[in-house]
């Protein structure tokens, strides 16, 4: 049985009051309660200041290129899906340089679990607007106001008939904590957009501008009706839901792989004089 401790990592270089603590407490206090040992699963994350989050835990990990951690995180369920992989990604990451990737993760409904710390700005390059920047948002880079509408990670997910998709405040760990156990315990890729601010580059979207706006979906919602999903994703402002938005029972890829369905690659006999064959029609 597992404890805090047992996933002790590096100290922190956060900045004070950074909403990435409140995301790591609820991440330690979910995987103990969900009775999982540091080995029995791997985190993936690219750059930026959620990118460091591995850095703080001991289990497996890897830190990758920006924007490249669904490529990886993809990878290792391919090549092993008995292990729990997940994938940990800023707004920027994610949404920005790895768009692509989230689109398609989401569509091939890969057993990934992925959170993202969503800042709504570049934090480890020092306050550049992001893809959930406000419009009109004005930043070191943005003088004269962010000029793009804000994107909405959630409308896309649903829109891609992601399998689970969730909303959660930094600030409040217990319902974080929460979340990310039901993420981690559903069949399919979830998605949890995880609002957390940044308290040095990003003076808008602050501990109490969350708290006057998040409300916590209400009991009698039901996540599996895909409309309503709809709906709440596009609220947005003066009134923000936090919650499970929606989620579907869809097959998963590695379920739908032939050679791998029954038997991981990893565990499957490696014949290198096929390879040999093979590379003598080059040679």
């Given at each position: ?263 991981p690659l990893v565990k499957q006999p490696v014949d290198l004089s096929v390879l040999d064959n093979i590379m003598k029609e080059?040679?």
């Amino acid at each position: 049985m597992s404890v805090l401790e047992d996933y002790k990592g590096q100290i922190p270089a956060w900045c004070p009051g950074c909403g990435n603590f409140g995301i790591l407490k609820a991440f330690k206090e979910a995987m103990v309660e969900l009775g999982l040992e540091p080995h029995q699963f791997t985190i993936v994350s690219g750059i930026g200041q959620a990118g460091k989050f591995p850095h703080y835990l001991k289990c497996n990990t890897f830190n990758g290129l920006h924007g490249r951690t669904l490529p990886v995180a993809t990878g290792m369920r391919l090549a092993n899906h008995e292990m729990l992989v997940i994938a940990v990604a800023g707004d920027g990451d994610c949404y920005g340089e790895g768009g692509n990737h989230f689109i398609h993760a989401m569509r091939r409904n890969i057993n990934v679990k992925l959170f993202v710390h969503d800042n709504q700005i570049y934090g480890l390059t020092k306050g550049q607007a992001s893809p959930t920047s406000l419009e009109g948002m004005i930043t070191k880079n943005q003088p004269f106001g962010v000029f793009s509408e804000q994107l909405n990670p959630i409308a896309i997910a649903v829109a891609n008939d992601c399998s689970f998709i969730a909303r959660s405040f930094a600030g409040d760990t217990l319902h974080l904590k929460e979340i990310i156990k039901e993420a981690i315990k559903h069949k399919g890729f979830s998605l949890v957009d995880i609002l957390q601010p940044c308290v040095t580059f990003n003076k808008i979207n602050t501990y109490e501008w969350y708290n006057q706006r998040i409300y916590k979906i209400e009991p009698e919602y039901n996540p599996e009706n895909r409309i309503e999903a709809f709906k709440k994703a596009l609220e947005w402002g003066e009134h923000i839901p936090i919650g499970i938005i929606y989620k579907n029972r869809r097959p998963i890829l590695e379920e739908r792989i032939p050679i791998i369905k029954d038997n991981p690659l990893v565990k499957q006999p490696v014949d290198l004089s096929v390879l040999d064959n093979i590379m003598k029609e080059f040679f």
